[in-house]
């Protein structure tokens, strides 16, 4: 079944720790991003792509970071994680940028302790 | 600043009564407007767009660009309608992403 696939779907985390939340899209969709969601301020871009080799940072990267080494893959780094990162990460998808329907994962809770 | 502000976190209505979810935004220029809708369990998904000018499971929204506003709203309200909503629209400079509000939760009482 097509659709957007991330791993894993739920971790604990060790404050400190390295961390890369994996997805990946076999619907060979252009443009991929990574939103974290949060109760009360809702869903917030942390980094996009809008092809393949190319990156860019959304409203909250620090202590992010992205690769798009080809169409379907989109790793999440945190390089040393921190309690404010507890959060549900969603990764999208969609095939054109100026139109067209966002399609997501379902989601990675992830808890830094 | 491109900004969407969904003003209500919860929202309890009871089923048959009449819901509607508040969305108001700012934007430089002719905004294309969305809803998403997350289903417990479910990923999020796209409920409707105010280009294409439809109703979806009995919902509506209707772009009001002298209120800046996109309420989405439903005369009868369902069970199954509970789920946590999400207007969005496009960010602006960087092309192709969308800003979403904080959600609505909004749940349907028997």
């Known amino acids: 079944i097509a659709g957007i696939t991330q791993a894993p779907t739920s971790q604990i985390l060790a404050a400190g720790r390295r961390m890369t939340l994996r997805c990946t899209q076999d619907m060979r969709h252009n443009a991929m991003y990574w939103y974290r969601q949060d109760l009360g301020l809702g869903l917030r871009l942390i980094h996009y792509?809008?092809?393949?080799?190319?990156?860019g940072k959304g409203e909250v990267p620090d202590g992010y970071s992205v690769s798009r080494a080809n169409t379907d893959d989109f790793p999440l780094t945190l390089a040393s994680a921190v309690p404010s990162q507890t959060s549900v990460y969603f990764c999208a998808s969609r095939w054109t940028l100026n139109t067209g329907e966002l399609f997501f994962g379902e989601g990675s809770r992830l808890t830094v302790l | 600043a491109q900004r969407v502000t969904q003003p209500e976190k919860l929202l309890s209505v009871f089923k048959g009564a009449p819901v509607e979810l508040k969305c108001n935004y700012s934007?430089?220029?002719?905004?294309?407007l969305f809803w998403y809708v997350q289903y417990s369990r479910q990923r999020l998904q796209l409920l409707l767009r105010h280009i294409s000018r439809e109703s979806i499971k009995g919902f509506t929204a209707d772009l009001n660009k002298g209120e800046t506003s996109f309420h989405l709203k439903k005369p009868f309200a369902q069970e199954e309608d509970s789920a946590m909503y999400y207007c969005a629209l496009p960010g602006g400079t960087s092309y192709g992403k969308l800003t979403f509000g904080q959600g609505t939760i909004l749940t349907v009482h028997p």
């Open positions: 934007y430089s220029g002719s905004p294309e």
């Open positions: 792509s809008n092809t393949a080799g190319t990156t």
